[in-house]
């Protein structure tokens, strides 16, 4: 088992920063890729940035240059540094690993923190 915990959401103006941060416990050494996942009201949970256990990173062409994941292996975080955000970000932003097990990858979630952007 892994839990996730995440931090970082809040209330930010259009063109504003925020951070996001999600620690991860309980089985650590057997995730491979983290990322972050939002969904927004009434929409489907998409995909946000992916970082695997190489540091290959994966982003959604509507953050690309705009958010940045890093994650830090000896402490078992990622966050997503979020810039130049707009009202179209405003989401629940949700911290995901994997962790592939027998063959098959196992999916973990964060509870979800919101991240609301006003124009």
């Known amino acids: 088992q892994v839990q996730l915990e995440e931090s970082g959401g809040g209330l930010v103006q259009a063109g504003g920063s925020l951070r996001l941060s999600c620690a991860s416990s309980?089985?650590?050494?057997?995730?491979?890729?983290m990322g972050w996942y939002r969904q927004a009201l009434g929409k489907q949970r998409e995909l946000v940035a992916t970082?695997?256990?190489?540091?290959?990173?994966n982003y959604a062409d509507s953050v690309k240059g705009r958010f940045t994941i890093s994650r830090d292996y000896a402490k078992n975080t990622v966050s997503l540094q979020m810039s130049s955000l707009k009202p179209e970000d405003t989401a629940v932003y949700y911290c995901?690993?994997?962790?592939?097990?027998?063959?098959?990858?196992?999916?973990?979630w964060g509870q979800g923190t919101q991240v609301t952007v006003s124009s």
């Open positions: 995901n690993a994997v962790v592939l097990w027998d063959f098959k990858d196992y999916h973990y």
């Open positions: 970082i695997n256990n190489i540091g290959s990173t």
């Open positions: 309980g089985r650590t050494l057997a995730i491979n890729t």
